[in-house]
Nanobody, 122 residues
Framework: QVQLVESGGGLVQAGGSLRLSCAAS????????MGWFRQAPGKEREFVAA????????YYADSVKGRFTISRDNTKNTVYLQMNSLKPEDTAVYYC???????????????WGQGTQVTVSS
């Protein structure tokens, strides 16, 4: 079992930056691939970014490539999502996710956090 708690969401103007954090507890964090998803009002949850357990591999949705960066610190059991050049369409609840398999973490991970709201004003 893995427990995930997101933080760092908030209100920011378009063009601004935010860094989300996801603290994990439970089983060995470093053996899990980690991901971020988001869900905007009236829309389905969508994949944003993922990182392998070593951090050697990262994956991004086309909509955030070049603007968002996922990273992890296995000594702190934490994964981060640095979001730059934010746009109003980035407004959503952002969820942290975990799964032992990097391929699964991008589609249907086993573990989810409770979400943190990100609002980008125009």
């Amino acid at each position: 079992q893995v427990q995930l708690v997101e933080s760092g969401g908030g209100l920011v103007q378009a063009g601004g930056s935010l860094r989300l954090s996801c603290a994990a507890s439970g089983r060995t964090f470093s053996s899990y691939a980690m991901g971020w998803f988001r869900q905007a009002p009236g829309k389905e949850r969508e994949f944003v970014a993922a990182i392998s357990w070593t951090g050697a591999r990262t994956y991004y949705a086309d909509s955030v490539k070049g603007r968002f960066t996922i990273s992890r610190d296995n000594t702190k059991n934490t994964v981060y999502l640095q979001m730059n050049s934010l746009k109003p369409e980035d407004t959503a609840v952002y969820y942290c996710a975990a799964d032992p398999n990097i391929d699964v973490v991008t589609t249907g991970p086993d573990y989810w956090g409770q979400g943190t709201q990100v609002t980008v004003s125009s």
